[in-house]
């Protein structure tokens, strides 16, 4: 039988969910950020199908919860150690009010987390320094890959796009607060940066490619290694017909495209025509 898992927008709600489920004899156990990702986290709770269907009936005069999602075992361990602390800190704290099966792939989740902090004044400063950012200022957003994790930033929220579960989302989310600090710590040093920035689309990578559906890279089509550069998650040295084969020719596009996704493409340049 199938386990689901939820959190919760603040400790309020789940200490009530607690407070409901043993009041109810029902059968649970917890998953905890604490200590590492305390600052983003509030515990979430795992049930059976059965009891889920009892806390549905529950859910909103009870306690208030996320959303519901298929439970699977975290990868990676919560850290043992405190989370960082900042003197200035425009992130604050976290709290996931959205939690769902992600669209595109519903082996992971989304999520949407709100901020106590502000995002809005730091966001000239992450553009300034992360070239494979989109920056809107009009919204203003920031979006950005993390891997497969597309992870947008607006003024007092975060969405986060197939994030594996709820510790990778943890973990997300601590990452990018730590990241926007230190930058914001460092905010003195950088020359902020207004201008609106668009990531190339995948089909521009895929222009740049021979179209030979090879399959030396390991993908099955030229499209499939495109959106995987597009998404900054493997080399383009691994496209052999371009590094190594009759197509040499498309080397400076394609590590120029690259060069604008912020791939990094040290030691690929020499030898080119």
């Known amino acids: 039988m199938p386990a689901f898992l939820t959190t919760f927008p603040g400790h309020p709600e789940f200490e009530r969910a607690c407070a409901h489920l043993n009041s109810t004899g029902a059968r649970y156990e917890l998953v905890s950020p604490l200590p590492g990702y305390g600052c983003v986290g509030v515990p979430a709770i795992v049930v059976e199908q059965e009891e889920r269907a009892r806390l549905a009936i529950a859910d909103g005069g009870a306690f208030t919860c996320s959303g519901w999602v298929e439970f699977r075992p975290a990868t990676l361990p919560v850290p043992a150690s405190a989370p960082l602390g900042f003197a200035a800190d425009t992130f604050g704290r976290c709290a996931i009010m959205v939690l769902a099966p992600c669209v595109a792939d519903e082996a992971r989740i989304r999520l949407v987390a709100h901020i106590s902090g502000n995002l809005e004044p730091v966001m000239p400063f992450l553009n300034a320094t992360t070239?494979?950012?989109?920056?809107?200022?009009?919204?203003?957003?920031?979006?950005?890959?993390?891997?497969?994790?597309?992870?947008?930033?607006?003024?007092?929220?975060?969405?986060?796009?197939?994030?594996?579960?709820?510790?990778?989302?943890?973990?997300?989310?601590e990452q990018v607060r730590?990241?926007?600090?230190?930058?914001?710590?460092?905010?003195?040093?950088?020359?902020?940066?207004?201008?609106?920035?668009?990531?190339?689309?995948?089909?521009?990578?895929?222009?740049?490619?021979?179209?030979?559906?090879?399959?030396?890279?390991?993908?099955?089509?030229?499209?499939?290694?495109?959106?995987?550069?597009?998404?900054?998650?493997?080399?383009?040295?691994?496209?052999?017909?371009?590094?190594?084969?009759?197509?040499?020719?498309?080397?400076?596009?394609?590590?120029?495209?690259?060069?604008?996704?912020?791939?990094?493409?040290?030691?690929?340049?020499?030898?080119?025509?």
């Open 131 to 173: 070239a494979s950012g989109l920056y809107c200022p009009d919204g203003p957003t920031f979006t950005f890959m993390e891997g497969p994790r597309m992870i947008s930033l607006y003024s007092r929220r975060i969405t986060v796009a197939k994030a594996d579960e709820i510790v990778d989302a943890w973990r997300t989310l």
């Open 178 to 273: 730590v990241w926007v600090n230190e930058v914001w710590q460092r905010r003195e040093t950088i020359s902020p940066c207004h201008e609106t920035r668009h990531r190339p689309p995948a089909l521009e990578v895929y222009r740049r490619l021979p179209g030979t559906n090879c399959r030396a890279c390991g993908e099955k089509t030229c499209m499939a290694f495109a959106l995987r550069l597009w998404k900054a998650e493997v080399s383009p040295a691994r496209c052999e017909p371009v590094f190594a084969g009759r197509f040499s020719h498309l080397r400076p596009a394609l590590l120029s495209i690259c060069a604008g996704l912020g791939i990094d493409i040290k030691g690929l340049e020499d030898g080119q025509e």
